[in-house]
C-alpha cells in the first residue's frame, strides 16, 4: 500500500466533498430567504465541517472491506509516471502546510502573548460570570482577565475557558451583555470549532471554498450569539449600541487571520444589523434539528460516494493510459522471451478454483488484480469479451517473488495458455477468436502467494 497515495487521494476526496457541502450550504441559505432559522443555518454550517470525517471513514470502511472481501481498488495500484505526478502533488501539498503551519505558529505566539504578557485576573466579575453560567446550564469556573493587548472581549479555552477584556470602562449592564454573549459562543462550542477549524485550514490551504467557509463560519458565529442574546430578552437597540460603542472605544487595528478573538469592524457590525432585521427570531423545534442533522449527514454520504466514483474512474482512466504505454514498451523488449504451455481446464482437476466474482474493479480495459493465492488453488477472474486479433496483456507482481506461477487465460473453448516465472510477469496473450474470456493464476508453490497488477483488454 503506497501510503503517499493514500495521503493524496484523501486530502482530495474529503475537499471535494466538503465542496459539494458549502455550496449546498450556500443554495439551502438562498433558498432560506427570510424564514432562514439562523440556529439551524448555523449548526448545518458546522456540520460540513463533518464531510471531512464522512470522507475519512469513508475510505477507512472501504479499505477494510478491501480485506475482508480480498479485493482490489484502482486507488491501491500505480505505475512510475502517475506515482511521480502523485508524489509531485504530495510535495506541493507538503511545501503548503508548512507554511500555513508556520505561520499560524506565528499568530499563536502573538495570541500567546496577548493573553499571558501584559493581562491579569480579576474577581470584579466573579460573581455576575457564575451568575449567567448558571443562566445557561454551564458547570465550568471562568475566569475573567483583563489585558493591555485586548483589543475586544472575547473567550478562548475549551477545557479551561478564559474571558479576557479589554482595559476599557464599561456599566455593569453592558458587561452583563458582553459575558452573555462570550457566555454563548462556549455554550455553542465556538471556542473548540475554530480551533479545530484552523488546523482544517492547513490542511487545506489549496480549496478556495475551504477559505469560504473560514469566512461564512466566523460571521455567522456571531450572528447566533446576536439572536441568542436578544432571544434571553435583551433588547435589540440596547445590545447593538453596545457593540457599536465597544468598537468606537476600542482602536481597532488590523486582524491576524486564526487568531479566536471575536474583534468587529463597522462593516461586520452592520451586516450582522442586517441579518437581525432580515430573519426572524424563532422557536426552535427538535424536528427542524432533527431533519437538518439527517440532511447534513445524507448529504455528506452521497457526496462523497459520487466523488469517490468519479475520481476513482477518471484515476483508473489515467493508469490506464499511462501503463498502456508503459506496458507497450516492455512487450516490444519481453513479449517472445516468456514461453507459452498450453492445456486446457481439465488439467485443473484435483485443484480449488475460486473464482472473482466481487473483486474485480475495472475502468475502460484495464481490471486491477490483488489475489492471494493459497496453495494448490487456482484463481479467475470473471468473464470478459475478447475479440478476434485481439490481446490480453498481463503484468503482475508475485510475493514472495522466489516462487514460481502460472499466469494465463481460459479460452471460450476451455483451452488454456499460461506463462510461469518468478517476480515480475509482464506477458502478451494474443486472441484468435470472439468470445469470453477469463485470466488466471495457478499456484502450486506450496506457499499461499500474493498477486498483484493488473490486465488490459484489447
Known amino acids: 500500500m503506497n501510503w503517499i497515495r493514500d495521503a493524496v487521494f484523501f486530502v482530495l476526496l474529503s475537499a471535494l466533498t466538503e465542496c459539494i457541502l458549502v455550496l449546498m450550504w450556500t443554495l439551502f441559505k438562498w433558498i432560506g430567504g427570510k424564514k432562514l432559522n439562523v440556529h439551524y443555518s448555523y449548526q448545518m454550517l458546522k456540520g460540513v465541517l463533518g464531510g471531512y470525517f464522512i ?268 501503463t498502456k504505454n508503459e506496458v507497450q514498451e516492455v512487450n516490444d523488449d519481453f513479449e517472445n522471451n516468456m514461453e507459452e504451455y498450453e492445456g486446457s481446464v481439465s488439467d485443473f482437476k484435483g485443484m480449488k478454483i475460486v473464482s472473482d466474482s466481487k473483486s474485480m474493479a475495472r475502468a475502460s480495459n484495464m481490471v486491477n488484480v490483488d489475489w492471494n493465492v493459497k496453495n494448490r488453488t487456482i484463481h479467475t477472474s470473471t468473464e470478459f469479451n475478447g475479440k478476434t486479433n485481439g490481446k490480453i496483456t498481463v503484468s503482475m507482481v508475485v510475493n514472495p517473488d522466489n516462487r514460481i506461477a502460472e499466469v494465463g487465460i481460459i479460452k471460450p473453448n476451455g483451452e488454456t495458455v499460461s506463462v510461469r516465472e518468478k517476480g515480475v510477469i509482464t506477458h502478451v496473450f494474443r486472441l484468435k477468436k470472439n468470445g469470453k474470456y477469463k485470466v488466471y493464476v495457478k499456484n502450486e508453490s506450496g506457499k499461499k502467494l500474493n498477486i498483484k497488477g493488473h490486465f488490459i483488454v484489447e
Open 55 to 322: 470522507a475519512f471513514v469513508y475510505l477507512i470502511y472501504y479499505r477494510i472491506w478491501e480485506i475482508i472481501q480480498n479485493c482490489y481498488d484502482a486507488f491501491s495500484i500505480g505505475n512510475e509516471i502517475v506515482d511521480k505526478v502523485i508524489n509531485s502533488i504530495f510535495f506541493v501539498w507538503l511545501l503548503g502546510v508548512f507554511y500555513c503551519m508556520f505561520r499560524q505558529l506565528f499568530v499563536y505566539v502573538l495570541f500567546f502573548r496577548v493573553c499571558h504578557i501584559g493581562s491579569w485576573k480579576t474577581k470584579e466579575y466573579a460573581e455576575m460570570v457564575k451568575k449567567i453560567c448558571n443562566e445557561l446550564g454551564i458547570n465550568k469556573n471562568i475566569d475573567v482577565f483583563w489585558g493591555y493587548g485586548v483589543q475586544s472581549p472575547f473567550i478562548t479555552g475549551v477545557f479551561h475557558p478564559k474571558i479576557y477584556l479589554p482595559v476599557v470602562s464599561f456599566k455593569d449592564e453592558e458587561m452583563e451583555i458582553i459575558f452573555y454573549h462570550e457566555l454563548i459562543h462556549y455554550k455553542q462550542r465556538d471556542t473548540l470549532i475554530k480551533p479545530f477549524f484552523y488546523l482544517l485550514q492547513i490542511l487545506y490551504w489549496f480549496n478556495p471554498l475551504s477559505w469560504k467557509l473560514q469566512n461564512e463560519l466566523e460571521k455567522w458565529t456571531e450572528v447566533n450569539c446576536d439572536f441568542y442574546c436578544c432571544e434571553a430578552g435583551i433588547d435589540k437597540k440596547t445590545y447593538f449600541s453596545l457593540l457599536y460603542k465597544a468598537n468606537e472605544k476600542i482602536e481597532i487595528t488590523p486582524r491576524h487571520n486564526g487568531i479566536v478573538m471575536w474583534a468587529e469592524n463597522n462593516k461586520e457590525l452592520k451586516w450582522r444589523l442586517q441579518c437581525m432585521k432580515k430573519y426572524q427570531i424563532k422557536t426552535r423545534g427538535i424536528r427542524a434539528g432533527i431533519v437538518g442533522c439527517i440532511t447534513i449527514i445524507l448529504a455528506g454520504v452521497l457526496s462523497i460516494t459520487m466523488v469517490t466514483a468519479g475520481v476513482r474512474q477518471a484515476y483508473t482512466g489515467i493508469l490506464f493510459q499511462t
